[in-house]
T-cell receptor, first 114, second 112 residues
Framework: DQQVKQNSPSLSVQEGRISILNCDYTNSMFDYFLWYKKYPAEGPTFLISISSIKDKNEDGRFTVFLNKSAKHLSLHIVPSQPGDSAVYFCAASALGQGAQKLVFGQGTRLTINP | NAGVTQTPKFRVLKTGQSMTLLCAQDMNHEYMYWYRQDPGMGLRLIHYSVGEGTTAKGEVPDGYNVSRLKKQNFLLGLESAAPSQTSVYFC???????????FGPGTRLTVT
């Protein structure tokens, strides 16, 4: 049972344009959501997060939107840069469940084309 | 600070062999986690620890054992390796009252 899903395995975007990565979840107990970025042969690095009490969080070029009624979140990158090419993982956690363990989606490989 | 480090970076095992993966963190974090990453499946939690001397099972614990004898170290053991355990293994840690986990660089394990 995949509680967090990223339905797009890959996404290709032109440099300078907006990249939109999507994530859906099924567990209504999730109250905190994170995005991680992963380069080849490296560990995931934390990018941005959002609590369920908010619907938007912005950090520079990165914005995460949360739609609780649809159980959907998205990551917007504007403008996209070549260094943004990586695999992006969406993750979710629930307060009080398993030491707030993270449940990850399958990942989306983002390629930024010059 | 080195953050989260993992030893070794690569390893090839034959079926039935055993090995231990070492994770160390220098951030004084209470919580530590072991994940495996397989193509198309994201990261799946194997075992985790909420503090020194404690461990708990995650989503895919079968075939693995763990120990947390010291706060800064979290060991993942494979007693009898199987080809299905071919994967990339990541260790992570986090501090109390924070949800962000910090990951190590990973160990690529191949079981033939």
């Amino acid at each position: 049972d995949q509680q967090v899903k990223q339905n797009s395995p890959s996404l290709s975007v032109q440099e300078g344009r907006i990249s939109i990565l999507n994530c859906d979840y099924t567990n209504s107990m999730f109250d905190y959501f994170l995005w991680y970025k992963k380069y080849p042969a490296e560990g995931p690095t934390f990018l941005i997060s959002i609590s369920s009490i908010k619907d938007k969080n912005e950090d520079g070029r990165f914005t995460v939107f949360l739609n609780k009624s649809a159980k959907h979140l998205s990551l917007h990158i504007v403008p996209s840069q070549p260094g943004d090419s990586a695999v992006y993982f969406c993750a979710a956690s629930a307060l009080g469940q398993g030491a707030q363990k993270l449940v990850f989606g399958q990942g989306t490989r983002l390629t930024i084309n010059p | 600070n080195a953050g989260v480090t993992q030893t070794p970076k690569f390893r090839v095992l034959k079926t039935g062999q055993s090995m231990t993966l070492l994770c160390a963190q220098d951030m004084n974090h209470e919580y530590m986690y072991w994940y495996r990453q397989d193509p198309g499946m994201g990261l799946r939690l194997i075992h985790y620890s909420v503090g020194e001397g404690t461990t708990a099972k995650g989503e895919v614990p079968d075939g693995y054992n763990v120990s947390r004898l010291k706060k800064q170290n979290f060991l993942l053991g494979l007693e009898s390796a199987a080809p299905s355990q071919t994967s990339v293994y990541f260790c992570a840690s986090r501090k109390d009252r924070s949800r962000e986990q910090y990951f190590g660089p990973g160990t690529r394990l191949t079981v033939t």
